[in-house]
């Protein structure tokens, strides 16, 4: 089954990072056509973590990577992008039992923020624009130091609500898209 993060944070970092960040192509390899192609070894199936863990994994190294970040100056809608997304994950958790019910609740609570929630989109498209690829940097940093105390949590609860509400995920993943940062 596909895994999906329908958070409109991580819509937001991914978007800044895949559409502001220029990234350099490491050069191609010449292929020699008399020797067979080199293969990766496929990960051994004992001792490989599950996703949870590997996402747990991610979520700890971004801890790590972002405690000595300064968010004085992060943009307000990085910041008030923390508050929504602990508040989704507290709905998510609360109505993990009833897929219907969560998103019911998930989806009134976008209904209700809508206003904001556009605001932040328009604010991070804006800015993605303007600024300069230093400041795109800067900004994921402080987006991911911002992020990084509710990251785990985060993901946690989006992997089990995603495992146990496949279609309820999918839907709500389409209404949070509408939220993240255009390429």
């Not at 968010?71 to 923390?82: F, G, H, I, R």
């Not at 507290?90 to 039992?97: F, S």
Request: one cysteine or more; charged letters at 25%; glycine letters at 4%.
């Amino acid at each position: 089954m596909k895994k999906c993060l329908n958070l409109m944070g991580l819509l937001l970092i991914i978007g800044l990072v895949a559409a502001g960040c220029k990234k350099k192509e490491a050069p191609l390899e010449a292929v020699n056509p008399q020797e067979p192609a080199k293969t990766e070894p496929a990960p051994a199936a004992l001792g490989t973590p599950s996703a949870e863990q590997q996402a747990l994994n991610a979520a700890k190294a971004m801890a790590d990577a972002s405690k000595n970040v300064n968010t004085s100056d992060a943009p307000d809608y990085l910041k008030k992008m923390v508050v929504h997304i602990t508040s989704l994950n507290k709905l998510t958790r609360e109505n993990l039992t009833d897929c219907g019910k969560a998103e019911s609740q998930i989806s009134k609570y976008v209904e209700t923020n809508k206003g904001e929630l556009e605001t932040m989109a328009k604010a991070a498209d804006e800015a993605k624009k303007k600024a300069s690829e230093p400041d795109k940097m800067k900004w994921v940093q402080q987006a991911m130091a911002l992020m990084s105390p509710i990251m785990a949590d985060t993901m946690k609860i989006q992997m089990e609500f995603t495992q146990k509400c496949p279609q309820q995920a999918k839907n709500i993943n389409e209404v949070m898209s509408k939220y993240s940062v255009k390429n």
